[in-house]
């Protein structure tokens, strides 16, 4: 199944659906997984928080957002380069106040760095 499917047309995005799901290849879902849990690990190295990797559809649902469309290049023209795209939200408030975020941000850096380690 893909997202090009017409049949499918207003018919996506709902949770637990067996009729229908995005389509990613085995090997790219269980690359995300891994690099998704590297950048947890690398955060909570900071300060012990626990971040739970999931996919956006999870956190919120989300179609034809930045992240779809950077993966789903590679569907639909094979001469694009293959994108694994991700979203990351962090905090328990929209907008931390800064003392707050000053930690949060250092988190993230971590997450990365732990993340760009693993995709080597």
């Not at 049949?7 to 690099?35: H, M, P, Q, S």
């Not at 991700?86 to 000053?102: A, K, Y």
Request: charged residues 20%.
């Amino acid at each position: 199944m893909n997202f090009r499917n017409p049949l499918f047309d207003g018919k996506r995005g709902v949770a637990g659906d067996l009729a229908y799901a995005e389509f990613i290849e085995k090997v790219d879902a269980d690359n995300a997984a891994l690099l998704a849990e590297q950048f947890c690990r690398g955060l909570h190295g900071v300060r012990g928080r626990t971040y739970k990797p999931m996919s956006g559809f999870h956190l919120y649902p989300t179609s034809g957002t930045s992240d779809d469309y950077a993966f789903s290049r590679h569907l639909v023209d094979p001469e694009k380069g293959k994108i694994l795209a991700f979203t990351v939200e962090w905090g328990t408030i929209f907008q931390p106040l800064w003392p707050e975020m000053e930690q949060i941000v250092l988190d993230v850096d971590a997450g990365l760095v732990q993340f760009c380690l693993a995709a080597l």
